[in-house]
Every structure is written in C-alpha cells, then in structure tokens.
C-alpha cells in the first residue's frame, strides 16, 4: 500500500465506523493534516470492534513514519 492506498483506507474506515466512533465529531468531518489523521485512527481503534482495530493498522503503519519524519525535522 502506498501513501495514497493508506488515506483511501482511513477515508473507508471513517466512512464505516464515523457513526460508532467518531459520532461527536461534525457530520462531514474528514482529517486533513497528518495529525488529524492519526487521531482520527486512534478513536477509530479506541472504539471501534477489533476488525476496525486491524484494519486501521495498515493506515497507520504507512503514516507513523511521515509522523516520525516530521517529528525529527522538528
């Protein structure tokens, strides 16, 4: 999966489980910053079932090393 593939997963995931965990945030809300999506995903696995928990796994592991990257440049 590249990094495009990982923001179709998360934008599929928040489709699938914005009801269930994300209901708090506004109807249309979609992350924009590298940040948001990866909050995005941690509520996604805080409450989602453990199908949302695996899924997001593979999102993640192409965005954390962005995450990192950005953290060193820092």
């Known amino acids: 999966m590249d990094l495009a593939g ?3 997963e998360l934008a599929a995931l928040i489709e699938q489980y914005r009801s269930r965990c994300l209901w708090f945030l506004k109807p249309d809300y979609y992350p924009s910053t590298l940040d948001e ?3 995005a995903l941690s509520l996604i696995e805080r409450y989602g079932d453990v199908e949302a928990f695996r ?3 593979q999102p993640r592991k192409w965005l954390s090393p962005l995450f990192n990257a950005a953290s060193a440049g820092s």
């Open 6 to 8: 990982a923001d179709r």
């Open 37 to 39: 999506k990866l909050q």
């Open 55 to 57: 899924r997001a796994a």
